[in-house]
């Protein structure tokens, strides 16, 4: 039982992307996948016998959603209401209220709070205030007379964040403005006179888990978008009252511990993992086999209602078995790909690729005994640059000048050469790695 459902980004009418030659299945799967998720949470709500299903982030925009969309959220609010469950959405401003009330034929049972607005709403006897606070200039004060009231009260301040990951990003790079967001509104949060206020409970949505202090709870989203997103999609609940039958009805007492009662619950319908598995010798048959075991080892309970895999290949230092690799990737994923089964085991290979995060140090002047004038010379000094970027950005620079490329004077002093360093200061890490065994495997496969 809950009191209260939280559900962040289910961005309805903007679907997943679909891996390429993908099963009918699998398209069909990943195309409603942000549906589906979203119909998990009102299941959860009327499971919960909730009191709210409280909405942030993108829902439905009027200006691209479809009539079946809007009609599949109109019935959703509907039923909910049918069971007393409120749906509340929590929007940026106005305007967007008005258009989504507009959007949905003003159902019954629809609410709203903005910035500007709070909305507040009998639970059971408890006045719970929903707040929204999708910047950190919206989170309020508290009012004088809070101290004073001598109901139950609540209130609830939602923030959450708008950014997205790229499609360029790494695991070593973040999104633009994703920790900004998440700081700023762990600052306002801290500096307002509500957070020491009994009854303040304070949430922050995002689509990745940022470190988040003690006293603000992370709300993920309904459904991941790729797999740069670290939180698994999931809603949220929150009981603020404790239940008891009594005869023929139900009585409702406080809960004294209501604020360790914030659960979440897994609604993504679509999810990704990472299966990585040392090189082996031999064909596409032996690599599918290591493969599809690492793929296997995955605890029952432990997979999404459908994952797409990425498959990573460890080549230690071994160009030529990179090379290998992506020749036989096609032939190997296509064997994976043959025991996809739509009832049963729905894992869906999406890539296969030599591992661009390993390690290009072994192959530095300081391990390799590269000579000068060689092939191995130029792949030291390959690593040497990728190595200086990984330690200290500065050092690439300096690097251009050292000793170790003074053998290629005519070459270190061309223009193209000449401004590389400064370019290579802006690569992250994992981005330098993947750019370094790219090159070592065009040379090696020319």
């Known amino acids: 039982m809950a009191d209260i459902v939280f559900a ?25 996948a942000a549906a589906d998720a979203f119909a998990e949470a009102v299941a959860v709500a009327k499971r919960a016998e909730a009191s709210a299903l409280v909405i942030c982030g993108r829902w439905l925009d009027p200006r691209r959603a479809s009539p079946a969309q809007a009609a599949a959220i109109r019935a959703a609010v509907i039923e909910l209401a049918a069971i007393g ?99 700023a509104f762990v600052a ?28 603000i709870h992370h709300l993920p989203p309904l459904q991941p978008r790729s797999a740069l997103e670290r939180a698994e999609g999931s809603c949220s609940t929150l009981t603020l009252l404790d239940r008891q039958a009594v005869g023929d009805t139900v009585e409702f007492a406080t809960q004294a511990d209501w604020r360790g009662s914030w659960r979440d619950v897994p609604t993504q319908r679509v999810g990704w993992r990472t299966v990585t598995v040392e090189s082996a010798a031999g064909a596409d048959e032996e690599l599918a086999t290591a493969l599809w075991s690492a793929i296997e080892q995955v605890a029952p309970g432990e997979q999404a209602p459908l994952e797409l895999v990425r498959c990573i290949v460890q080549c230690g230092t071994s160009v030529s078995r990179r090379v290998r690799v992506a020749e036989i990737a096609a032939e190997t994923l296509a064997r994976l790909r043959e025991l996809f089964d739509p009832k049963a085991f729905r894992i869906w290979p999406v890539e296969l690729v030599a591992d661009p995060a390993e390690s290009l140090a072994p192959l530095g002047h300081a391990r390799s005994g590269g000579k000068p004038g060689t092939t191995t010379s130029f792949t030291s000094a390959l690593a040497d640059i990728v190595e200086a970027i990984e330690h200290a950005p500065g050092a690439a620079r300096a690097r251009a000048d050292s000793p170790a490329r003074a053998d290629s004077p005519a070459r270190a002093d061309s223009p193209a050469r000449a401004d590389s360093p400064a370019r290579a200061d802006s690569l992250p890490t994992a981005a330098a790695r993947q750019a370094g065994w790219v090159a070592l495997e065009l040379i090696e496969s020319t």
């Open 188 to 215: 306002a949060a801290a500096a307002s006179p509500a957070w020491t206020q009994p009854g303040g409970f304070w949430i922050w949505a995002s689509r990745r888990r940022p470190a988040l202090p003690v006293g």
């Open 85 to 183: 469950c409120r749906t509340v959405h929590l929007a940026d401003d106005a305007p967007a209220c008005h258009e989504m009330a507009r959007m949905l034929g003003e159902p019954h049972g629809l609410f709203f709070a903005t910035p500007h607005a709070p909305l507040e709403i009998d639970i059971h006897g408890i006045a719970v205030e929903f707040v929204a606070a999708p910047e950190a200039a919206h989170v309020p004060p508290a009012a004088a007379d809070e101290s004073m009231r001598t109901t139950a009260w609540r209130r609830i301040i939602v923030g959450w964040d708008s950014t997205a990951p790229m499609a360029a990003a790494s695991g070593d790079t973040a999104w633009p403005g994703e920790h900004d967001a998440a700081a």
């Open 8 to 32: 962040f980004d289910p961005a309805i009418d903007r679907p997943l992307a679909v891996p390429e030659a993908a099963h009918a299945a699998v398209v069909a799967a990943v195309g409603k």
